[in-house]
């Protein structure tokens, strides 16, 4: 059974740092890219980043881009999305997602921008 | 960008009764590859997004036979044939033939 499950999520404050991790399972995580998605409180989805199998390749939203980092380790089975320069408008659940249409998707973990 | 316009965007049905879902893009999804890449999901309340069709018309695997994908180019389609309680939540499509990938609003599917 293919699972994703995110970690690091937290309460943090304008212009702070995060670090969140995917742990995938279930499925040769090495032979898929993975996509990070978020979802502001009350809002739609909007794609945040994608990486290729072996990582030679990354994709940002505009938003993101210059603050966050998207990145993978094949060895661990892990994602992880380094976010810094955090902003109010990024408070949102952020969702690991496999392949670049989502064909599996984690839980997700609440990231709160504010002081 | 590649604007996903989804109508309507509130969806009331009876148990039973048949629901469809417009999606447009600003743009053409046919890709380069010639595949036209524009996936549905559905959001049940408190869950994560599920994938229901992949490549307009592919229905994911243990995805119910009630629901079907259509279109072509910019104009595509979810159907549902007759709707179950299990179908509440919200719809959206996606794109990604084109980066930014791009998600539709939304639409939400209640009982009447």
């Known amino acids: 059974e293919v699972q994703l499950v995110e970690s690091g999520g937290g309460l943090v404050q304008p212009g702070g740092s995060l670090r969140l991790s995917c742990a995938a399972s279930g499925f040769s995580f090495s032979s898929f890219w993975v996509t990070w998605v978020r979802q502001g409180p009350g809002r739609g989805l909007e794609w945040v980043a994608s990486?290729?199998?072996?990582?030679?390749?990354?994709y940002y939203v505009d938003s993101v881009k210059g603050r966050f980092t998207i990145s993978r380790d094949n060895a661990k089975k892990s994602l992880y999305l380094q976010m810094n320069s955090l902003r109010a408008e990024d408070t949102a659940v952020y969702y690991c997602a496999r392949g670049r249409s989502g064909d599996s998707w984690g839980q997700g973990t609440l990231v709160i921008v504010s002081s | 960008d590649a604007v996903m316009t989804q109508s309507p965007l509130s969806l009331p049905v009876t148990l039973g009764q048949p629901a469809s879902i417009s999606c447009r893009s600003s743009q053409s999804l046919v890709s380069g590859d010639g595949n036209t890449y524009l996936n549905w999901f559905l959001q049940r309340p408190g869950q994560s997004p599920r994938r229901l069709i992949y490549?307009?018309?592919n229905r994911d695997s243990g995805v119910p036979d009630r629901f079907s994908g259509s279109g072509s180019g910019t104009d595509f389609t979810l159907e549902i044939s007759g709707v179950e309680a299990e179908d509440v939540g919200f719809y959206y499509c996606m794109q990604h033939a084109y980066r930014p990938y791009t998600f539709g609003q939304g639409t939400k599917l209640e009982i009447k």
């Open positions: 990486i290729k199998e072996d990582g030679s390749d990354k």
């Open positions: 490549k307009v018309s």
